[in-house]
């Protein structure tokens, strides 16, 4: 029985696997110092902004691509992607009715109606979408309320036009361009993403949403996502991933920012489900993501929620610099990979002030030929008094064939720290699936409320509007499929 | 590019003594060849090598070391050395084993103890089949200078349905005069349904000098045979240690191996433990007291390569002063690998500001039907405790000494031969005075 779910599973097709016929507007393949300037004179920008990709890009050339993740997989040939590609129509939008019905079509498939939204809007749902495609950002939801609070919600690019200031101050001061292969490349090539600025004292009324999605075919998105909460604010953050169906190998190596002053918090949740490949492990999303946040000022806190069910190629570490005094970091993540998907994610915890705290809770979930690692750094640096740290790492196992692995990394430096880590690896438990069947509740169920129930302490941290999506894409994943 | 020249400076040296030596020493010549073109190929690991990320191993060779240690000890002078009582104590001096230092008095006849070289005219087949034959030489550079450079260490085999009752000690001496870079290997081996209990320690006498110690030592554990080691590390300043041990576990096969640190400038261990038949148990305690600018630095790999094992790993440690200690410890669950209960805890106390540890315990399967956990934690010795302690009359120091007894006591403890777990006993009590 529950081989048959899972071979229902495995040939499941990938939902979100369409292709929108949107015209589109391409840089010609190829990457070199001529396409860095056609991207940035496409995007209007100023002669600042021009010279930083430009030194990005001398420096990343210097690069060789990275080899230590537990991954395998052909390197992409970063002559053979388009860096550019905007859906056209492309003029400012003011109002949904300028957009491309196409356009809206598609995020109707993706289960996000603006037009819901925008009717219900000043209601109950509260959520702003900024929603980026193939790179660009197409249309940002709820602005002028947002703009009433002082928040600035945008595009990348609109911000560099218009907040150069801020984007000036803050961008390129969490990941440097010169922090990996990956974020160098996005600091040469990223088209666009999204901006927010949460002013001192507001608390964000609504949730702030992107949604990313890649459609044209040969392009690799780069986005760069830039989140600042000034003192004393609060702002919860959601990002989706989608693409569609194609056999070659799409690469995604975008980088998020976040800055945390004082007494500010930022929650940022993502449920990535780009195309994740065919069941032979053909196609599918390389997903190289750099992603970090500093709590830059006391009493500041950085939560990150992950739930990624999706990409052929996952390389993703979000990470936390604790730099004031009390701040705390959280790590919350789900990862689940299926057929012959590869997973190599974790945190990265940085203690440099007094009493700080983070806590990481890692559920990898593992089947068919897939192999899921956790990677983690928790560092306590000389003088981070009183430090705290606690992980888990749990691996469920579903299937003979797959791996799920832990590599975590403690460096400790400093006598108060307290630093905690524990791992298990098991299979579900045949005593547990007994309990649940000797009370009524058939197989199927039972491994769905096990599974639920291993990864109820991720899911809780997202979210209302999120967990309904992750709670679905990870009953499409999972239910079932332990034979 | 300074550094480069000196990094192939050694490196050249290495290989060039190497290509001067190789005939005159004792087995495949061909095996030595492929294992120094591996060296050649892989050099002496910096930071960049993923396993010798905290250590800098290019820093300690620097300057100029000597390849031959031509130094012989008296009596008189290994009479510091610590001999176990009622044991048979075999003495190797800079990797060469020395008969006449040795007290290997009654040996019984199913017991060998001789040197490498005598093993393969005395014992050729059991040389031939074990010898190298169960490590991969070139799977990490120091195993493969190693092989290509060993000269004459000690070769133990207990023969089929052997009980040896009383332990051997294998006392590894460095002493030298100048800088040298010196080679021991061993190869002990263990016949179906015998039982063994082997002590390797690690001291220096006599020395002025830095000794790098490059020691290899293999273990075959044959169907139903059991095996106790510990080896007490207890080199002075002057003492720089990789160790690496190599042991394969055939079927039903028990191994408890017990490592203590004490001193030394420098300590790695690579202890490799392949579970290569089913129903096989694994013990590994290990304890390490660092101090002063000490690098200690544990990496352990358990491979579970058949179904139905048991593998069970405790690593505590006591950092003081500007010392670093490092743990990796890794569990290698392969697909065949079911019914795989394997288990892992790091602990640590930091005491000092300048202290510093990197742990690393790590989980690869590949087997679905199995239970594998680990844990780590790290922290300073706990103030309530010491409040307790306290306000039942103890000084500070005597109830922080007592905690720090109690939290090496687990591993202590597990020392199953008594004069042994007495010498360490006084030992840890002198280190915490």
């Known amino acids: 029985m529950a081989n048959e779910i899972l071979s229902e599973k495995i040939n499941e097709e990938y939902k979100y696997g369409f292709v929108t016929n949107i015209e589109a507007d391409n840089a010609p393949k190829g990457l070199n110092e001529d396409i860095i300037r056609f991207i940035s004179k496409k995007k209007n920008e100023p002669e600042w902004m021009l010279e930083y990709r430009l030194k990005a890009f001398r420096y990343w050339i210097t690069l060789e691509e990275p080899h230590w993740a537990h991954v395998s997989y052909q390197k992409p040939d970063f002559h053979d992607i388009i860096y550019y590609s905007a859906p056209k129509p492309k003029v400012s939008l003011n109002s949904l009715d300028e957009v491309d019905p196409e356009l809206l079509k598609t995020f109707e498939k993706l289960g996000i109606s603006i037009e819901e939204q925008k009717r219900l809007s000043g209601v109950e749902s509260r959520i702003a979408v900024d929603i980026v495609m193939d790179s660009v950002s197409v249309k940002t939801t709820f602005k002028e309320t947002l703009s009433e609070k002082g928040i600035i919600f945008c595009s990348f690019g609109e911000a560099v036009q218009e907040h150069p200031e801020l984007v000036k101050k803050y961008m390129n001061s969490v990941v440097p361009y010169t922090d990996n292969f990956y974020a160098a490349l996005n600091s040469a090539v990223f088209t666009d993403g999204s901006f927010c600025y949460i002013p001192k004292g507001v608390r964000c009324p609504m949730e702030l949403s992107t949604y990313f999605r890649i459609n044209s075919a040969g392009t690799g998105q780069f986005e760069r996502t830039l989140l600042i909460a000034d003192e004393d604010s609060y702002v919860s953050y959601l990002e989706g991933c989608t693409a569609p169906m194609r056999d070659e190998n799409q690469l995604h190596a975008a980088v998020v920012e976040l800055v945390a002053h004082k007494n500010a918090e930022i929650k940022y949740s993502t449920v990535q489900n780009w195309y994740p490949g065919n069941k032979e492990g053909i196609g599918g999303i390389f997903n190289f993501v750099t992603k970090r946040g500093i709590c830059l000022e006391d009493n500041s806190k950085i939560s990150w929620t992950q739930v990624e069910t999706g990409s052929a190629v996952t390389w993703k570490y979000p990470s936390v610099i604790l730099k004031g005094d009390n701040s705390v970091g959280e790590f919350y993540s789900v990862a689940v990979t299926n057929n012959y998907q590869q997973a190599d994610t974790g945190t990265k915890m940085m203690h440099l002030g007094k009493n700080t705290r983070s806590t990481i809770i890692s559920k990898g979930i593992s089947a068919g030929f897939s192999n899921n690692s956790y990677r983690g750094l928790v560092r306590i640096a000389k003088g981070a008094k009183n430090a705290r740290n606690f992980s888990q790492c749990d691996s469920l196992l579903m299937g003979d064939k797959c791996g799920a692995h832990t590599f975590p990394y403690i460096e400790i430096k400093d006598k108060t720290a307290v630093v905690e880590h524990e791992a298990t690896t098991s299979k579900i438990g045949e005593d547990q699936l007994f309990y649940c069947k000797s009370r009524g509740i058939d197989n199927e169920k039972a491994i769905g409320l096990i599974v639920n129930g291993y990864c109820k302490e991720v899911l809780n941290k997202l979210p209302m509007e999120f967990a309904v999506e992750a709670q679905k894409l990870l009953a499409v994943s999972l239910e079932g499929s332990v034979g | ?433």
């Open chain 2, 1 to 433: 590019m300074e550094t480069i020249t000196k990094k192939n400076t050694i490196k050249d040296k290495l290989l060039s003594e190497f290509e001067l030596s190789k005939n005159s020493l004792f087995g495949n010549i061909e095996l030595r060849e492929h294992a120094a073109k591996s060296f050649s190929e892989q050099g002496i690991p910096n930071r960049k090598h993923e396993e010798y990320k905290y250590v800098n191993i290019d820093l300690l060779l620097k300057g100029d070391f000597s390849l031959t240690a031509n130094k012989t000890l008296t009596s008189a002078q290994t009479a510091p050395a610590y001999f176990l009582e009622d044991a048979y104590n075999a003495v190797i001096v800079n990797g060469i084993f020395d008969t006449a230092l040795s007290k290997l008095n009654d040996v019984p006849k199913d017991l060998h103890i001789c040197s490498l070289a005598d093993a393969v005219k005395n014992y050729p087949a059991v040389f031939e089949n074990y010898y190298s034959k169960t490590l991969d030489v070139t799977a990490d550079p120091f195993t493969a200078l190693n092989t290509a450079m060993a000269k004459n260490g000690l070769f133990i085999h207990a023969a089929k349905n052997s009980i040896i009752e009383k332990p051997i000690h294998i006392i590894h001496i460095s002493s030298s005069e100048e800088n040298t870079i010196i080679h021991p290997r061993n190869l002990i081996v263990i016949e179906e349904n015998a039982q063994i209990k082997i002590v390797e320690s690690y001291q220096t006498i006599d020395a002025s000098a830095k000794t790098f110690n490059n020691a290899l030592t293999e273990m075959i554990i044959d169907e139903n045979a059991s095996l106790d080691h510990y080896k007490i590390q207890d080199e002075n300043d002057w003492g720089f240690l990789v160790n690496t041990t190599h042991a394969v576990q055939k079927k039903q096969s028990r191994f408890s191996t017990h490592t203590f640190i004490l001193s030394g400038s420098f300590v790695r261990n690579n202890l490799n433990i392949a579970l290569d038949g089913e129903y096989t148990e694994s013990h590994l305690n290990g304890l390490y007291l660092t101090n002063g600018n000490q690098v200690v630095d544990n990496h352990t790999l358990v491979d579970h390569r058949k179904p139905n094992c048991n593998s069970n790993e405790l690593y505590k440690g006591i950092i003081d002063g500007k010392s670093t200690a490092i743990f990796n410890g890794k569990i290698y669950v392969r697909k065949d690998a079911q019914k795989t209960n394997a288990f892992q805890s790091n602990k640590n106390i930091l005491l000092s500001d300048d202290g510093t540890i990197n742990t690393k315990p790590q989980l690869e399967i590949y087997a679905d039907d199995v239970k594998c956990s680990h844990g780590t934690s790290t922290g300073k010795l706990d103030e309530d405790k010491i409040f307790y302690l306290r306000a039942r009359g103890l000084s500070e120091t005597s109830a922080k000494k007592l905690l720090m007894h109690a939290f090496a006591s687990q591993v202590v403890d597990t020392i199953k031969i008594d004069t042994l777990r007495e010498y360490v006993e006084d030992k840890i009590s002198k280190r915490f005075e």
